[in-house]
């Protein structure tokens, strides 16, 4: 590309305006709504990488993310843990609060839900 537009000087201002009408496209909006979409980013972001025991380490990642979590190898765990783990995983329903007794009393309160 740069072979072209030394030895032809009209090539230099096709590119020069290819290269200004992307950058007018792309604005700090777009950024902000969406992800910017790079195959490499410039430099390294701070990230919490939380390991499959449970503790945590910042490290440098090549994409913005604010935390990673690596995933727990259920083949290493014992017969024990495997099978408390799997029971964690499954539906479970929600226990039911017992009924009990108040002293609430709503004639009190009917004058402040009269219409004026």
């Known amino acids: 590309m740069?072979?072209?537009?030394?030895?032809?000087?009209?090539?230099?201002?096709?590119?020069r305006s290819e290269l200004f009408s992307i950058l007018s496209r792309s604005n700090?909006?777009?950024?902000?709504?969406?992800?910017?979409?790079?195959?490499?980013?410039a430099r390294n972001y701070p990230t919490v990488l939380v390991l499959p025991d449970g503790s945590s380490i910042t490290i440098r990642y090549h994409e913005p993310r604010k935390i990673i979590k690596l995933p727990l190898d259920?083949?290493?765990?014992?017969?024990?843990?495997?099978?408390?783990?799997?029971?964690?995983?499954?539906?479970?329903?929600?226990?039911?609060?017992e009924d009990f007794e108040d002293n609430f009393d709503s004639d009190r309160y009917r004058k402040?839900?009269?219409?004026k």
């Open 2 to 15: 740069e072979l072209i537009s030394k030895c032809i000087p009209s090539a230099r201002l096709a590119v």
């Open 28 to 41: 700090c909006n777009r950024a902000s709504i969406d992800r910017i979409h790079r195959p490499v980013y």
């Open 74 to 97: 259920l083949a290493a765990l014992t017969e024990e843990e495997r099978k408390a783990r799997l029971f964690k995983r499954t539906a479970q329903k929600p226990k039911v609060a």
């Open 112 to 115: 402040l839900f009269k219409k």
